[in-house]
């Protein structure tokens, strides 16, 4: 699925925050349409809550050492952007009609909504915030 992001995303590469916030709105139909929510402006940044998910990292440095991404910098933020074998694959499941469709979807929706800098009001904590006590 971050093979898809990533196609998607603009220079075809993303930073890790930007991974994280489009991998929970691209798994979940209520999280897509929170995402959408917020990127239109119909609610607000603090509803959301990203999720540091420890099996996309690891998937990230097995796709790095497949060669079909290379760590960069976004934004002044760790990132990742498609190789020319990632691309090639990215494109190839993109392209077929078969799988991840309610995936793709929502990737193509959301992905250009969400920039770079978008991201950093996902990251920056205001003082109307509402708190969660875990």
Do not use: C
């Not at 995936?103 to 929706?109: H, Q, V």
């Not at 920056?124 to 969660?132: F, G, I, N, P």
């Amino acid at each position: 699925m971050n093979l898809v992001i990533l196609n998607k995303s603009r220079a075809k590469r993303s930073s890790l925050a930007r991974l994280y916030i489009m991998n929970d709105a691209a798994r979940s139909f209520n999280d897509a349409d929170l995402l959408g929510d917020i990127l239109v402006g119909a609610a607000d940044s603090s509803r959301w809550r990203i999720k540091v998910e420890p099996a996309l990292g690891r998937a990230l440095d097995l796709m790095v050492g497949e060669t079909l991404l290379h760590w960069t910098t976004v934004s002044n933020r760790v990132g990742v952007e498609l190789s020319a074998t990632g691309l090639s694959l990215a494109e190839e499941i993109d392209g077929d009609d078969e799988i991840m469709v309610q995936e793709k979807a929502r990737i193509r929706f959301l992905s250009s909504k969400l920039t770079e800098a978008r991201v950093t009001e996902f990251l920056t904590v205001k003082a109307d915030h509402e708190v969660l006590d875990f």
